[in-house]
C-alpha cells in the first residue's frame, strides 16, 4: 500500500505527502521530537488553571465567550477555530503553515504544508507552502472549503458547484458536474456529497476508494487510499483499501466521521469518540481519550477532537507539538 513515511525530510519538494511514497517533510526535524502525546484524561476544565477560558467550565456553570468549535489537523500542524471567529494554529510551522492571516472565519481546515479557512465573506485565505498554487484558491464565494494532504483546495460554492485549485494530479481540480453539500478531497482521489445525498468520487480510477457504495449520506471524509461517509440512519460506511481496518467501522450510530491515513475516527451520537485502523508506527493514534465530544480530525499519526467544554484534545505523534494545542 502507498505510504510508510519513515522519517521526516526538509521540505523542499512537493513529493512525499502528495504522493504518499516518499518521506514527507519538516524544518522541525532540526528540533527535539516530543514523541507520543500523552492521553488525555476526562475534564471538564472546572479544575484547571485556565478554566476561565473553557466554555462551560466556570463556577457559575454560565459559559464564557470565547471556546473553540473546530478542529483540523494537517500532517504535523493543526489549526482550530474560536467561536469569535479567530484562527489559531500549533505545531510546526516550517513555513508559515501555523501562522493564520488575521481576521475572521467560519470554518478552516488544515491541508499538508498549508491551511485554508473560509472568511465571514464568503471567501477563501490559505497560508503555508506553496507548492502547485494550492495557497491560491480559486474566487468567488464559497459555502465550504476543504484542503488536501496533497497541492490541492476544493470548496463547495454558493451555488452548489464544486471549484478546485493546486496540483491537478488524476483530473483532481476537474470535478464532476452537478450540485454538492460537502466535498472531501486526499491525495489521488476525492470525495462529496451531492444534494441529493449520494456521494461522488473521483481521481484515481484504479483503486477502490472512487467507488463508493449506493444510498444516502450526510457526510463523507476521504482519507489515505479509502474514504468513510455518515449515511442518513447515522450508520458509518467505508470503502477502499483496508489493510489496517480503516475500512471496517463499528457498529453504532454517528454525527460525523474523520478518515485518517490508516485509521478513521467517528463521534458517536453520544459525543464519544470511536477510532478503528492501525496507524503504523503510532497505533496511539486510534486511541481517543474519554469524554464527549462535538467533533474530531483524523490525519497521519494523530488526531484531535473538540469537548464538549469548547477545549480540545489531540493523541497520538506529538513529535512536533502537533497533539499541543493551546487553550481556547
Known sequence: MLMKRIARQPRTTRLGFALLVVSTTSAGC?????GDAPVPAPDNGA?????????GAVADGEPTAVAFVSVSVGYDFACGLRNDGTVACWGDNFNGDATPPEGTFVSV???????????TDGTITCWGNTFDGETS?????????????SPLVCGVRTDGTVACSGANDNGLTSPPAGTFASISPNSVFACGVRTDGSVACWGNPSDRETSPPAGTFASVSAGLAFACGVRTDG?????GFNNSGQATPPAGTFV?????DEFACGVRTNGTIACWGTPDPYPSAAKPPAGTFSSVSAGVYYACGVRTS????CWGDNSFGQATPPAP
Open 30 to 34: 532540526f528540533r527535539t521530537p516530543l
Open 47 to 55: 479544575d484547571r488553571s485556565d478554566a476561565s477560558n473553557l466554555l
Open 109 to 119: 481546515s488544515a491541508g499538508a504544508f498549508f491551511a485554508c479557512g473560509l472568511r
Open 137 to 149: 484558491p480559486p474566487a468567488g464565494t464559497f459555502e465550504s472549503v476543504s484542503a488536501s494532504p
Open 235 to 239: 450508520t458509518v460506511s467505508c470503502w
Open 256 to 260: 460525523s466521521v474523520s478518515a485518517g
Open 310 to 313: 469548547g477545549a480540545i484534545a
